[in-house]
């Protein structure tokens, strides 16, 4: 009987989900495999034994394959030299897992866990679906879009092969928002995102700029064992949380958002129609968080400090700001490029990328 059942479960329709390391990768990764989870797929997710996907995911309705691998770019003498031996390895577990679930569609999200996943799909000769969630190609992505079967983007990318936008996959509780400002107060309600480690620099700078105004109301999410240093830099003025779970119930809170311009966090912003502040993280690969708050900033909905300015430039650009400014950008900002993209990216797999 268990073996019957065993073999029901590999004769499933199953598909491979790759996606590690930060939320940005993460978050789409797994509002698309809710899609088919929700359609009755058996969804194997390729993910790493400490990245955010541990926490996201649920890994009671997946089949969790955890690949030890890591990044290569800028990386040290050892890890360079180490890379290929994990590589491979991870490449050959990669191919066993697909071989023994009858995979026919591998969709990698990016970063390093796209690499090994990717590769076993090519050799296996396996449909191989990309989703690249900036505005420009990641290293992983753009390696591997010469053997796609279809590029899903969230924005339009500059790209040699053909592209279909598509939008970035949003959490349902994000896509449920309908955004309503409180326009019979002139504070303005701000929340601090620090991204799902935290930003170091939004906890040591910040605090000291923000408590200069009087008119706003603050919630500050500062990262894992932050919170006690922060409740003292704020004195009670302000909410520090450490993690941000429901993100929804902040953003319908938020008028104005001051953070990085990591990938989700613009599609989400532009989807709720919220303005922000974006500090794009300096040393991000490729510079993709710049690109990224450009996106935004052309669109008219968000104002952009670099991070070597904070202590020159924000306290002026939040001098300017008002409410009655923050629902002007809001409505440039809003819009429904991302609202059914989890469907159309499934649609567009199921129909062989046709």
Known sequence: MKTKSKQNEINQKSIVIAAAGTGGHVMPAWALA???????????????????????????????????????????????????????????????????????????????????????????????FIHEQNIIYGTSNRLLSPFAKKIFTAFKVESKYPIYISGNPIRKSILNI??????????INVLVIGGSLGAKVFNEKLPQILLKFPQFNLIHQCGAGKKINLDQMYSGKAKVLEFIEDMSKYYQW?????GRAGAMTIAELEHVGLPSILIPYPYAIDDHQQKNAEYLSKRGGAMICKEQDITLKLEGILQKISKKQC????????????????????????????
């Open 254 to 258: 938020a008028d104005l958002v001051i």
């Open 34 to 128: 809710e899609k088919y989870l929700i359609n009755g797929w058996k969804v194997i997710w390729f993910g790493t034994p400490n990245g955010m996907e541990n926490k996201i995911i649920n890994k009671n309705n997946v089949i969790f394959v955890s690949l030890n691998i890591g990044g290569f770019r800028g990386k040290k003498l050892f890890t360079l030299i180490t890379y290929p031996l994990k590589f491979f390895y991870a490449l050959i577990k990669s191919c066993c897992w697909i071989i023994k679930y009858k995979v026919s569609n591998v969709v990698v999200f990016g970063g390093y866990i796209s690499l090994p996943a990717g590769y076993a799909a090519i050799i296996l000769k396996k449909n191989l």
């Open 327 to 354: 629902i002007e950008m809001a409505k440039r900002l809003k819009s429904s490029n991302h609202k059914n993209a989890a469907s159309l990216i499934y649609t567009q797999i199921e129909n062989n990328g046709k």
């Open 178 to 187: 309908k955004k309503n400002f409180n326009k019979t107060t002139a504070k």
